[in-house]
T-cell receptor, first 115, second 114 residues
């Protein structure tokens, strides 16, 4: 069973389009995240969402909007895509307690290419 | 703020060589420390972790010890294999938890030659 799953894995789209990436976790975690990995492999947090509280990274353009219908899902919607948005986007989740510890678990990534 | 510094590579070794990837951190308080691995074309997998000073994390022959006095969490493996070729990320998470996420180093690309 996949703990953190995200779709699609690959997405190629034109500039100016609007697209969404979906994420679901079956770990019962309270906190979910979106990370961006650029072409140099650098990973940076975009958003975290904990019990309906959204924490936004100030450097993320407002064209990016996370949406969480429930605590098991955190989708990422991107408006007016730009070439610079091409990257790998990782969804992740974390919980509390002894079993989860302080570990953040990642999905397999969504490779977005804007042309 | 929090930061992680690791050797960027690429690091190229022969099979069965000894591996060390250095990682040092700057953080307020007492963070938890992690190594994640990303194989080509794949996502991020947790390799090992340590949550307090002097803890040693280990997995798949890899080890790292949380050294508070030197603020380091160096990754080691005694004998690497071609299948260990990947990008390795050192990361920290502030032990206060909450919705604060991970701070990553820039990643070290490891290439193991047969």
């Amino acid at each position: 069973d996949t703990a953190v799953s995200q779709t699609p894995k690959y997405l190629v789209t034109q500039m100016g389009n609007d697209k969404s990436i979906k994420c679901e976790q079956n770990l019962g975690h309270d906190t979910m995240y979106w990370y961006k990995q650029d072409s140099k492999k650098f990973l940076k947090i975009m958003f975290s969402y904990n019990n309906k509280e959204l924490i936004i990274n100030e450097t993320v353009p407002n064209r990016f909007s996370p949406k969480s219908p429930d605590k098991a899902h955190l989708n990422l919607h991107i408006n007016s895509l730009e070439l610079g948005d091409s990257a790998v986007y990782f969804c992740a989740s974390s919980g509390r307690g002894e079993l989860s510890g302080n570990t953040i678990y990642f999905g397999e990534g969504s490779w977005l290419t804007v042309v | 703020g929090n930061s992680v510094t690791q050797m960027e590579g690429p690091v190229t070794l022969s099979e069965e060589a000894f591996l060390t990837i250095n990682c040092t951190y700057t953080a307020t308080g007492y963070p938890s420390l992690f190594w994640y691995v990303q194989y080509p074309g794949e996502g991020l997998q947790l390799l090992l972790k340590a949550t307090k000073a002097d803890d040693k994390g280990s997995n798949k022959g890899f080890e790292a010890t949380y050294r508070k006095e030197t603020t380091s969490f160096h990754l080691e493996k005694g004998s690497v294999q071609v299948s260990d070729s990947a990008v390795y990320f050192c990361a920290l998470r502030y032990s206060g938890g909450g919705a604060d996420g991970l701070t990553f180093g820039k990643g070290t690309h490891l290439i193991i030659q047969p």
